[in-house]
């Protein structure tokens, strides 16, 4: 195929190759390799610089494509309603129809669909890219499904007991690139898997399986696995198995489901608050349709488990039109899509006690997590991390879309609150790792909050940004405590924090301040902490001329001279268990008095 831009669906103009202008999310002056490919009512489209690794390009699609002269309308990185495919040649290969005698497109193969339309037997292996049967799989056959292949039964049951299959499957899911301590949310696409069967060789005493207590939003301990089954549509956290390589290092662990499929509606007991739930089905289900049916019953945001190592939380969060990462390496975006065997966890709202997955919610994606189910609305979106030199972070979201409101609304994802780091924004006095705001305006101002457990210097800076950020917008960040503004696109903002809650200190704008103010030194701006035996001490842009350090009986335990710098630190303090009075003097001999426990 080929790109053209265009701003209707019947004017186009093709790209210049040569101009010096790069699309979004494309890097100027760089070749590029395409590929797209048709699943269902779905296009996955991707680009590569060298033809062997492929990066998910798709923002925006409609469900109406064809081969030939249609042209199909597509969003390439933030503009979604800019650029189209033109020309867009099917490659499909026919598929092969056994009629109980013979195929009648050749041999199944790799690449190939089969269709089974009559009486088969086959005590080999049959391979094909799709399998398609047209009535009753014999239960004592062997059926197995590997990492990413999905089975869709296309009848729906009714009553108590959602399964109308007989006979077992095995269904192999392939975890994420882990270590031996870590963790991941599963959920079974079978009925009845024993918990230890399905991880053997995990830990049993002590158990290293855990429910989710919505009540407390902790983990708790499953007794005894071996005894212990999935529960249907819900999830359970199980660590790798103890054989596992230890960190950094990391190995992959295939879990094998084995059981009669799961299939029909499903309906999940839930109580207000977190829950943790998970696909039931052997193949993924889409996000939007999940909540287009539980709309009434839970918020639009999604919690998907990725914690590894480091202080943060151990969710990313993704609420259909924004994923924010926890910045561990194997947070990867699900755009839209809720793989085979994967647990996650929803918010319900208050007095709801079921959820429902429908069969209607099922959709055949065998690449993984590479599209997404529904054009988003024209966004304009920055991303900013709060991190330390430890290694810790954290990620929230601002975006701008319109029907997006200043109150709680679809397009905000409520922080779950899981660790003691944490950069969000403020609504109502609740922090969110996602915010959604009406369509952009220059003059909003966005609350921030930032809370830590761990006092020392911390890192704000931009991740990533859509829309009008991509295209040079400023990002000023507000500190309340020091009386100064950074404009994140041209650099970072390092402060130094104590432990607690800032809900009043950051906050997003987008134009700067008319003229500056001399830094002035005063309570407000200026912080005092201790961290294993030596003072901290940061005065925001004032000058420290000197400061001293005075016992609860006013003697001088402690000085420093000639500071000449914002901040300064003093080692060694030789009182110990004690109130100590600090005396900070500016370079205008302006002094303000700080009390600390050593």
């Given at each position: ?8 669906s019947?004017?186009?103009?093709s ?52 081969s030939?002269?249609t ?55 049959l391979?094909?890219?799709a ?6 799989v ?9 990492n ?24 192999k899911?392939?975890?994420?690139a ?72 990391t ?50 945001t ?27 390496s ?39 997590q ?43 994802g ?26 952009f ?5 966005v ?37 100064t ?11 130094t924090?104590?432990?607690?809650t ?49 016992d609860?009986?006013?003697r ?26 600090v005396?900070?003097?500016?370079q ?11």
């Amino acid at each position: 195929f080929r790109i053209v831009k265009s701003s209707s669906s019947t004017s186009t103009t093709s790209i210049d190759s040569s101009s010096a202008t790069a699309l979004p999310g494309f890097a100027v002056n760089t070749p590029y390799w395409f590929r797209a490919s048709i699943i269902g009512n779905f296009l996955r489209f991707e680009s590569s610089t060298d033809g062997t690794t492929w990066t998910s390009r798709l923002t925006a699609m409609d469900n109406a494509y064809s081969s030939g002269t249609t042209q199909l309308y597509c969003g390439l990185g933030s503009n979604n309603s800019s650029y189209m495919f033109d020309d867009v040649v099917s490659s499909v290969i026919a598929p092969t129809t056994w009629d109980g005698t013979a195929w009648d497109n050749g041999t199944p193969a790799a690449g190939k669909r089969a269709i089974i339309n009559g009486n088969y037997t086959e005590t080999g292996t049959l391979t094909a890219t799709a399998l398609d049967i047209k009535g009753n799989v014999d239960p004592t056959a062997s059926l197995t499904f590997e990492n990413n292949a999905n089975l869709i039964q296309q009848s729906t049951s009714t009553g108590a007991v959602p399964n109308h299959n007989t006979g077992n499957i095995v269904v192999k899911r392939n975890s994420s690139a882990l270590s031996r301590l870590d963790y991941t949310l599963w959920s079974s696409p079978v009925a009845a898997q024993n918990l230890a069967a399905f991880s053997p060789l995990t830990s049993l005493s002590p158990s290293r399986f855990y429910n989710y207590v919505t009540a407390t939003n902790l983990y708790s301990a499953i007794a005894d696995p071996t005894t212990t089954s999935f529960s249907l549509g819900n999830g359970c956290l199980i660590r790798m198995p103890n054989t596992a390589v230890a960190y950094p290092s990391t190995e992959t662990f295939t879990g094998i489901f084995t059981g009669v499929p799961n299939s029909g509606d499903i309906t999940v007991t839930v109580a207000t608050g977190f829950n943790l739930v998970g696909n039931p089905y052997p193949s993924p289900i889409t996000m939007s349709t999940f909540l287009t049916t539980n709309s009434t019953k839970i918020n639009p945001t999604f919690y998907f488990w990725r914690k590894t190592n480091g202080l943060g939380t151990a969710y990313c969060t993704y609420n259909g039109t924004t994923f924010t990462t926890n910045g561990n390496s194997q947070s990867v975006d699900p755009v839209g899509v809720i793989q085979t065997g994967q647990g996650f966890i929803v918010d319900v709202k208050a007095g709801q006690t079921s959820i429902q997955f429908k069969n209607s919610h099922r959709v055949n994606n065998t690449a993984g997590q590479f599209f997404k189910t529904k054009q988003n609305a024209t966004s304009d979106k920055v991303w900013l991390n709060a991190t330390n030199a430890a290694g810790d972070f954290s990620q929230m979201a601002v975006t701008y879309f319109d029907g997006a409101t200043q109150g709680v609304d679809a397009f905000d994802g409520k922080y779950i609150n899981d660790s003691p780091l944490a950069l969000t924004s403020n609504i109502n006095n609740e922090e969110y790792t996602i915010q959604g705001r009406p369509a952009f305006d220059a003059t909003d101002v966005v609350p921030l909050n930032f809370k830590t457990d761990v006092a020392g210097d911390y890192t704000i800076a931009i991740d990533h940004s859509e829309g009008v950020f991509a295209a040079g917008q400023n990002v000023i960040l507000t500190d309340a405590t020091t009386g100064t503004e950074t404009d994140l696109t041209t650099s970072s903002y390092t402060f130094t924090a104590p432990t607690g809650t800032a809900s009043s200190r950051f906050s997003l704008k987008y134009q700067k301040t008319l003229g500056t103010n001399k830094a002035v030194l005063s309570d407000n701006n200026v912080v005092v902490y201790k961290s294993k035996g030596t003072l901290y001490v940061n005065a925001g842009d004032a000058i420290i001329a000197n400061i001293k350090v005075y016992d609860v009986q006013g003697r001088l335990v402690a000085e420093l001279k000639n500071g000449k710098a914002t901040s300064a630190t003093i080692a060694n303090l030789k009182a110990t268990n004690q109130v100590l009075v600090v005396k900070i003097t500016s370079q205008d001999n302006t002094v303000v008095t700080k009390k600390v426990v050593n």
